[in-house]
């Protein structure tokens, strides 16, 4: 059954919350010394309509997140025709992989070679590239997707094998919890990785990029996903408002 969608509360104010969404941001920069807006926002717009998604764009969000590809599908045109950046944010399923290459810009969260073999195929036959991450489990929880740490760097390796796929960086979805060093913990170990792949680059193992994208932090720990150098944080509830509100 299609979930229902909820639409803009009334009187919500897109461009103020986004406003302060930014501000967080930029202040967790400064407090761990990292300047010049280096952390891009990605609003995740899951479970709203196509309308708040679109007024989330307008007001000045450049990328969206979505996480469940039956409403990418019915989004993406009017997404598409705001002018944002697509992103998908949650589990692809096999028979959806069709509607990320159809829609998404990049998709963060390949966690198998098998689904990745899946993109690179279906990208072949539209004749497009795609950017994707590598979504790694940091913190072990067996209910959470993403690939072992250990196993991160290899996976990445043979992605960027495939034909018209970009491996540009990596995607966690931290520990849910308020114990910032046990957050900040798994943060640092995506960090590492990354800090791996930029020796393998260096080493001709994995193509050389000037910088790898780590996606991590939503809108209760950006700061600290900020502060472990996350370069892009995805943030839903501190944007978009809470549902049931
Ligand atoms: C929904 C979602 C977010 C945003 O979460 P908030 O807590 O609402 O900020 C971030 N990442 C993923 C993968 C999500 O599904």
């Known amino acids: 059954m299609a979930r229902e969608l909820a639409s803009t509360p009334p009187g919500w104010d897109y461009a103020a919350t986004l406003t302060e969404a930014q501000a967080r941001i930029i202040g967790a920069e400064s407090a761990s010394g990292r300047f010049g807006s280096q952390v891009k926002l990605l609003v995740a717009t899951k479970a709203w309509d196509a309308a708040a998604a679109v007024a989330v764009v307008r007001a000045g969000a450049s990328i ?3 996480s469940r590809l039956q409403e ?20 692809v399923q096999r028979n959806k992989a069709q ?22 195929r279906l990208c072949l036959e539209a004749e497009r590239d795609l950017d994707v991450m590598i979504q790694v489990n940091v913190s072990g929880e067996d209910t959470k997707a993403g690939v072992a740490p250990a196993e991160a760097l290899d996976l990445a390796s043979a992605v960027q094998g495939l034909p018209c796929l970009t491996v540009t960086g990596f995607m966690t979805i931290g520990l849910n919890s308020d ?3 046990a957050v900040r ?8 990785i990354r800090d791996e792949a930029l020796i393998r680059s260096e080493r001709g193992e994995l193509p050389l990029r000037e910088a790898w994208e780590l996606s991590m932090g939503m809108s209760n ?25």
């Not at 599908?73 to 950046?85: F, H, I, N, Q, T």
């Not at 509607?99 to 690179?120: F, G, N, P, W």
């Open 99 to 120: 509607i990320a290459v159809r829609h998404a810009d990049c998709v963060q969260t390949v966690d198998s070679l098998a689904l990745a073999e899946r993109l690179s």
């Open 179 to 181: 114990d910032e060093l």
């Open 185 to 192: 913990l798994g943060y640092a170990r995506l960090r590492q």
């Open 72 to 91: 990418l599908e019915e989004k993406a045109p009017a997404l598409r025709a705001a002018g944002a950046k697509i992103h998908v944010i949650g589990q």
């Open 64 to 66: 969206v997140g979505e």
């Open 221 to 245: 720990d950006l700061e600290w996903a900020v502060a472990e150098g996350a370069t892009i944080v995805r943030v839903g509830t501190s944007v978009m408002g809470r549902r049931d509100a």
